[in-house]
């Protein structure tokens, strides 16, 4: 009896553990799934803020008259950063880049003062744009506005294909997830279908049968969660060794949703799984136990 007891303690033991690695592998999927669509924004949103308005600015206008112009600009509601440029600066850093001076050939310095303005996330694209250089253009001190865009169409597509791919890859991932664990919880509660009805036959009411079930799988959700989130910790510590900037990205409200999400769907997926498996074979009858 005592060798048979420990044997059923050993194999739900061994089940408790391979539901939770299983659940544990899924959630880091997830939370992968997860951490990606979160950075794609903003992902985006740091693309867009990096791609450059150049607002050339006249001959005459001096250096007072250009940072007055900057204080100006930084104002206005699509600025974010604006960067001045002088003559100078513009012909040495030419001069590294070309590996000769222009002006010793052209007798004169043949660059311009130019304002580099870098816009907010909500103001790079085409509509924008067009309104933003027209009233920069309006201004007397500005003799061209230049902007490539068509690379910001093309970034704007290309993001939005990459957040809609996710997206489908989110709620694709969720049902196969779904259906991983709870396959996996109806086998434990499979084992299990014989004292579950035994249970029954004793007059133990449906939600006393279920109470242990149900603790199994908040407990199993738990540390299936705490490990998958340690394991995207991990991941997420060497990507930051060798990138720095992705703190830019990668923030740490990003983080603070994806660990809540894989915590939030370890507790339901384990509880709901089973919730609905404990129930089914609460409703068989002993004849269709032994059917199945």
Known sequence: MGKRKKTTRHRHGMQVVTLCI??????????????????AHNLSNYVKENLTV??????????NDAHRLCRELYHRPYARNIDYVSKEQALKDQTEAMGSDPSEF???NPFVATLE???KSDYAN?????????????????????????LMDKVNKNLQKVSLVLLILAVLLTFISYSLISNTVR?????????????????????????PFMRDG???????????????????????RYEPNLTDIITWQVLAITVASVFLFGLIITSLCSYI????????????????
């Open 277 to 292: 498996s404990v129930n089914r074979f609460l409703r068989m009858r002993a004849g269709e136990l032994y059917k199945i």
């Open 117 to 119: 303005l870098h816009l």
């Open 54 to 63: 150049t607002v050339m600015l006249g001959d005459t206008v001096t250096a």
């Open 106 to 108: 052209l007798g004169m």
């Open 218 to 240: 908040v407990v199993v959700g738990i540390l299936a969660a705490l490990l998958a989130c340690l394991v995207l910790g991990f991941g997420i510590w060497w990507l930051y």
């Open 187 to 211: 086998l434990r509660v499979y084992s299990q279908r014989f004292l579950i009805h035994t249970m029954k036959l004793v007059g133990a009411s449906w939600g006393f049968i279920r109470r």
């Open 126 to 150: 085409r509509d924008s744009l067009v309104w933003i250089a027209k009233e920069l253009s309006a201004n007397p001190k500005v003799s061209d506005v230049a902007y490539q865009e068509d």
């Open 22 to 39: 299983s659940t544990t592998m899924v959630l880091i999927l997830l939370g992968i799934v997860v951490l990606s669509v979160l950075t």
